[in-house]
């Protein structure tokens, strides 16, 4: 038996060729990382967790027209994606200030933003992903124009989608961070969702008590990062109400089982 074949490995997520041309495989590790992987640790379940909230999420967004990459979820730890060509900028939608952009300009975590800011960062871990401006995106040729306009209309599109989603389940979305892709036919190509929306990628806190349900637990040490996730998929009605570690249980049964 052909063992297969891995594509890529970032710091919280596999790719491994995909079993038809143009499909990946997107597994989802338990690696955390923070600070440019200056700070790294595990988070027992993450993976499972992220791969169901993202699989939701993506499949929800599909509904409303949103193009992405998601295929569909092949199990616990594993989505089948369309294969792009990844666009070397992360998008930053912020809500509210927090995190870089509370350090960087003096503004007080928790404030609501006069109106919803998209920020730019180059995907470039050598450089520590330093924040970009359309200036650097169009001098450099990182991405057309008519692409980045593509990724601003579906960046706000997607922020209203979510923004909504999560305040019906009495979460805050903060901000959050998106990777975008070519998806080429030909020799033509358009833009679409890629990567993966989880809490390892959007600040997200409870409404009626601020509690952080995302990976700033990690960041900032302040512990429960599992309870966080699941309270997020418990929330998105992705696990059962009671017996919070169903997911979790079931994977160990199957590990076990060696299924
Ligand atoms: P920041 O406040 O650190 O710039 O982060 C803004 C949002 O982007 C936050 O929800 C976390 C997410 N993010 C990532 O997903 N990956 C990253 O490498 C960074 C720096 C932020
Ligand atoms: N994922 C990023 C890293 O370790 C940072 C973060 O999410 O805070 O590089």
Redesign the pocket.
């Known amino acids: 038996m052909a063992r297969r074949r891995q594509i890529y490995e970032g710091?919280a997520k596999i790719l491994y060729e995909g079993p038809e041309p143009g499909t990946l495989i997107q597994y989802f590790k338990d690696d955390a990382?923070?600070?440019?992987?200056q700070k790294r640790g595990t988070i027992n379940g993450k993976g499972v967790l992220n791969n169901r909230i993202s699989e939701h999420v993506f499949t929800l967004l599909g509904h409303i027209g949103v193009p992405t990459h998601f295929i569909r979820r092949l199990n616990m730890r594993e989505q089948l994606v369309r294969q792009v060509e990844i666009v070397p900028i992360e998008v930053v939608v912020r809500n509210v200030a927090a995190g870089s952009i509370s350090q960087r300009l003096g503004i007080e975590e928790g404030t609501p933003l006069p109106r919803t800011l998209i920020e730019y960062y180059y995907k470039d871990?050598a450089l520590g992903d330093p924040l970009i401006s359309e200036e650097h995106i169009a001098c450099f040729n990182w991405c057309s124009q008519d692409e980045l306009n593509d990724m601003q209309d579906l960046a706000i599109r997607v922020n209203d989608f979510l923004c909504g989603m999560f305040a019906g389940v009495g979460i805050r979305l903060v901000d959050f961070k998106m990777e975008f892709g070519r998806l080429w036919d030909g020799d033509w190509s358009r833009i679409i969702l890629a990567d993966e929306i989880s809490p390892?990628?959007c600040r997200l806190w409870d409404m009626a008590t601020n509690e952080k349900l995302d990976?700033d637990r990690f960041?900032r040490d302040l512990g429960g990062e599992v309870e966080a996730y699941q309270e997020v998929a418990r929330r998105l009605g992705l696990l059962p109400e009671d017996g919070n570690n169903a997911v979790l249980d079931l994977e160990s049964h199957r590990k076990k089982k060696g299924s």
């Open positions: 710091k990382t923070a600070f440019n992987a871990d390892d990628g990976k960041r």
